[in-house]
């Protein structure tokens, strides 16, 4: 028997899963909460196999709530159930040790699939999403290499512009003139394809330059 926790924090929703792994002789609802603090309360506790996790929820949310759940409580699989399509929830999530991710606007024979992949240790992705996956892994590689092309000093010149340093700052900060910075910031440009600062500073977050 597949114990599952539903984590939600809409209660149709919960109710509706529930209603559809129960028609299975070989899964069981054995726990559900609404928020991330009541998981984490009782995750020590739950003789669980596999907990369905939403990612938009109140107090912690999902992705947050998957960091505490590997720290508490590693062995446990977690299937991430979600509205969010976007390649970089699902990079996250995989990243923090998810088991499986799977849009909500999945059917149940899907979600079924999902369930016995985790269970049985593979790693599920929903199909649909590989694509797009494939896609952002493919400009991460494109990216790497860019980045090393760039050298230490437009690095540190990249950094601060991206954090909003205005050219004036950026040369008091490394010690050198303004004039060298826009040509650094001219070379930057060139080398990682944007037209703007705004668009320097998207390309520096993506590739974890910078943190937010």
């Given at each position: 028997?597949?114990?599952?926790?539903?984590?939600?924090?809409?209660?149709?929703?919960?109710e509706g899963i529930r209603q559809l792994i129960?028609?299975?002789?070989?899964?069981?609802?054995?726990?559900?909460?609404?928020?991330?603090?009541?998981?984490?309360?009782?995750?020590?506790?739950?003789?669980?196999?596999?907990?369905?996790?939403?990612?938009?929820?109140?107090?912690?949310?999902?992705?947050?709530?998957?960091?505490?759940?590997?720290?508490?409580?590693?062995?446990?699989?977690?299937?991430?159930?979600?509205?969010?399509?976007?390649?970089?929830?699902?990079?996250?999530?995989?990243?923090?040790?998810?088991?499986?991710?799977?849009?909500?606007?999945?059917?149940?024979?899907?979600?079924?699939?999902?369930?016995?992949?985790?269970?049985?240790?593979?790693?599920?992705?929903?199909?649909?999403l590989i694509p797009y996956l494939n896609s952002?892994?493919?400009?991460?590689?494109?990216?790497?290499?860019?980045?090393?092309?760039?050298?230490?000093?437009?690095?540190?010149?990249?950094?601060?512009?991206?954090?909003?340093?205005?050219?004036?700052?950026?040369?008091?900060?490394?010690?050198?003139?303004?004039?060298?910075?826009?040509?650094?910031?001219?070379?930057?440009?060139?080398?990682?394809?944007?037209?703007?600062?705004?668009?320097?500073?998207?390309?520096?977050?993506?590739?974890?330059?910078?943190?937010?």
């Amino acid at each position: 028997m597949i114990k599952i926790m539903l984590v939600d924090d809409h209660k149709l929703i919960r109710e509706g899963i529930r209603q559809l792994i129960e028609f299975n002789d070989d899964m069981e609802v054995v726990s559900e909460y609404s928020n991330g603090s009541e998981c984490l309360a009782n995750i020590d506790n739950d003789d669980v196999d596999i907990i369905l996790l939403d990612i938009n929820m109140p107090e912690i949310n999902g992705l947050e709530l998957l960091s505490s759940i590997r720290k508490k409580r590693n062995s446990v699989k977690v299937l991430m159930l979600t509205v969010h399509n976007e390649v970089e929830y699902i990079v996250k999530a995989t990243n923090l040790g998810v088991n499986g991710y799977i849009l909500k606007d999945a059917g149940f024979e899907e979600l079924k699939n999902a369930i016995y992949a985790v269970y049985k240790g593979e790693l599920y992705i929903q199909p649909k999403l590989i694509p797009y996956l494939n896609s952002y892994l493919i400009r991460k590689d494109r990216d790497t290499e860019i980045i090393k092309t760039l050298t230490n000093r437009e690095i540190e010149v990249l950094k601060l512009v991206a954090v909003g340093d205005s050219n004036r700052d950026v040369a008091n900060a490394l010690g050198i003139s303004e004039r060298t910075i826009k040509n650094h910031i001219s070379n930057i440009f060139k080398k990682i394809d944007v037209n703007d600062r705004t668009q320097a500073a998207v390309f520096a977050i993506k590739n974890n330059l910078i943190s937010i």
